[in-house]
Every structure is written in structure tokens, then in C-alpha cells.
């Protein structure tokens, strides 16, 4: 079954730290442009990091404070965030699209081919 698989999220602390990975299952993620989106409750979903053949993209929101990093020997792609904000409380999902289709030149924005199952990441003291 091709899939991509997210890892848990959890509760954290304003300030603090955490690291999501999205692994693929039953295919490379070697020739795929990789998103990290999130929705929050009553938010529409939003892009905010993406890895595609050409290059990397932070939405403005969390640039600084996420960076997206990819292993492919492990076929995982990773977030990391740091000082993390109340307002990064949401679902986060990973998608792949194949490289050179709009989902990779448009950073991650389009139809993508794969989507994780979403995980769960909540800031709060």
C-alpha cells in the first residue's frame, strides 16, 4: 500500500520544540516534491513548508522558527519546529507530488499525490 506516514505530534510547551517526520510506505520519496500544510480548528488549510527539486518555502508565519529538511536513505522528510506559538496548534498533514508537475514547481500548492493521515500538534502551557 502506498501511503505516507506521519509521526505523532503531541503537547508542547510555548517555546519549545518539535519534530515531525513523514516516511513513505511502499514507494521512494526520492523524485517527490514534499509539503507540510496544517489546519486549524475552523481554519482553512494552509501550506506551510515545502521541499521540491528546485528548492525550499516557509509560509511567512513560521519562517525562522520551522525548517524542513529531507533523508533519503531513511525516505523520510522532516519538520522541525522550534518556538513554537499557540497559534501553530493544528493538524499537520505531509503531501507528495512528483517532481517537475505544478505541485513541485508552484511550491507544493495543487493537487498533490499522496497525503499522511494528519497528526495532531497543540502549544499550550
Known amino acids: 500500500q502506498l501511503q505516507l506516514v506521519e509521526s505523532r505530534g503531541g503537547l508542547v510547551q510555548p517555546g519549545g520544540s518539535l519534530r515531525l517526520s513523514c516516511k513513505g510506505s511502499?514507494?521512494?520519496?526520492?523524485?517527490?516534491?514534499i509539503g507540510w500544510f496544517r489546519q486549524a480548528p475552523g481554519k482553512e488549510r494552509e501550506g506551510v513548508s515545502c521541499?521540491?527539486?528546485?528548492?525550499?518555502y516557509y509560509a511567512d508565519s513560521v519562517k525562522g522558527r520551522f525548517t524542513i529538511s529531507r533523508d533519503n536513505a531513511k525516505n523520510t522528510v522532516y519538520l522541525q519546529m522550534n518556538s513554537l506559538k499557540p497559534e501553530d496548534t493544528a493538524v499537520y498533514y505531509c503531501?507528495?507530488?512528483?517532481?517537475?508537475?505544478?505541485?513541485?514547481?508552484?511550491?507544493?500548492?495543487?493537487?498533490?499525490?499522496?497525503w499522511g493521515q494528519g497528526t495532531q500538534v497543540t502549544v499550550s502551557s
Open positions: 511502499g514507494f521512494t520519496l526520492d523524485y517527490y516534491a
Open positions: 521541499i521540491s527539486s528546485r528548492s525550499t
Open positions: 503531501a507528495a507530488g512528483l517532481y517537475y508537475t505544478r505541485f513541485d514547481y508552484n511550491d507544493c500548492r495543487g493537487n498533490a499525490t499522496y
